[in-house]
């Protein structure tokens, strides 16, 4: 008898150590799984510019959540994190940005980042003999205006998604080459369209020298008052020499940015004008940022697109 209640005794017990450790093992789960419930089980990405971020929505479709620290107007030169921006950052999966010094500001936070996921300077997988450097030797880091360069960018994006989640490898591969073809369509159009404008008049002047990239593209010579970076300072000389340019090529427009003073290029207008030449406003273009999210120009086709009709049509006026 006493056999048999020590024993019954003993399998009580294990039934209610095996009922708290099922009751802990399901409370252990909810909570693992509440960021996933929230974010619908997607890769959440963070990026810094927009440029990275709405080509990546597309090539990662429904399996991610992309966000961008950088919205419309932002100058990405003189950005630093804020404390929402680590928040941002540290609740990630994926964090994605330009590299080569164009988030210069936010390298301390890449770094310590980097030691907890995985943290991808796309652009840096582009080979050094295909990058621009400047007088000094700066690296020019605006190369989304060459399109096979950010395609290269985009593919070693890809390639970090498909680490991340082998399981949807296929489909973001399938995605990327749909939008690279788009892309190689974009390039044709826009080489298409520039080469019609006279050799002579393909003179780009800008606030600061971020078109360089596109300048080789496509044959154009680009001046920006500014260098590389927002944080050089403009100088006398940059407008005079500037209005020099614009006078002995008679180029007939000149532009502003979206994420740029506009001072320093209506001193170059007002200048030029002194001499004798009038030059227009040509538009606006989109430098380092992109436009509103849901317009045209919220995209980087649409982004890619408006610059290259925006220049065609103030450089190719008739009877300038």
Not at 165 to 185: C, G, I, R, V, W
Request: aromatic share 6%; hydrophobic share 40%.
């Amino acid at each position: 008898m006493r056999s048999f209640l020590k024993l019954l005794t003993v399998s009580f017990l294990a039934v209610i150590v095996l009922a708290a450790c099922s009751d802990g093992s399901k409370k252990t789960t909810s909570a693992e799984n509440e960021d996933d419930q929230k974010s619908g089980g997607k890769i959440k990405i963070v990026t810094t510019i927009a440029q990275i971020a709405e080509p990546i929505s597309i090539i990662g479709g429904e399996h991610v959540e992309v966000q961008s620290l950088m919205g419309p107007g932002v100058d990405p030169h003189l950005y630093k994190a804020t404390q929402g921006d680590i928040k941002k950052l540290e609740s990630s999966d994926i964090v994605l940005y330009s590299g080569l010094n164009l988030e210069g500001n936010m390298t301390e936070a890449f770094d310590k980042i980097s030691k907890k996921k995985p943290v991808l300077a796309i652009s840096e997988s582009i080979p050094k003999d295909k990058l621009l450097n400047d007088e000094e030797g700066a690296v020019d880091p605006h190369v989304w205006f060459d399109i096979e360069l950010w395609k290269i960018s985009l593919q070693a994006a890809t390639e970090e998604l498909k680490k991340f989640s082998p399981e949807h490898a296929e489909e973001f591969e399938a995605n990327k080459e749909k939008y690279f073809n788009e892309l190689d369509e974009l390039l044709k159009e826009s080489k298409s369209k520039l080469t019609e404008i006279p050799k002579e008049k393909r003179v780009l002047v800008t606030a600061h020298d971020a078109f360089g990239y596109f300048g080789r593209a496509y044959e154009v010579e680009v001046v920006g008052l500014q260098g590389l970076s927002t944080e050089d300072e403009i100088g006398i000389s940059d407008i005079d020499d500037t209005i020099d340019i614009l006078m002995k090529y008679k180029i007939p427009a000149v532009f502003v940015e979206s994420s740029i003073n506009q001072s320093s290029i209506k001193a170059v207008i007002e200048g030029a004008e002194k001499k004798g030449l009038d030059v227009k406003l040509g538009g606006e273009l989109f430098s380092d940022a992109m436009g509103d999210a849901g317009t045209e120009e919220g995209t980087y086709i649409g982004m890619y697109r408006h610059n290259v009709e925006t220049i065609f049509a103030a450089l190719n006026r008739e009877g300038e």
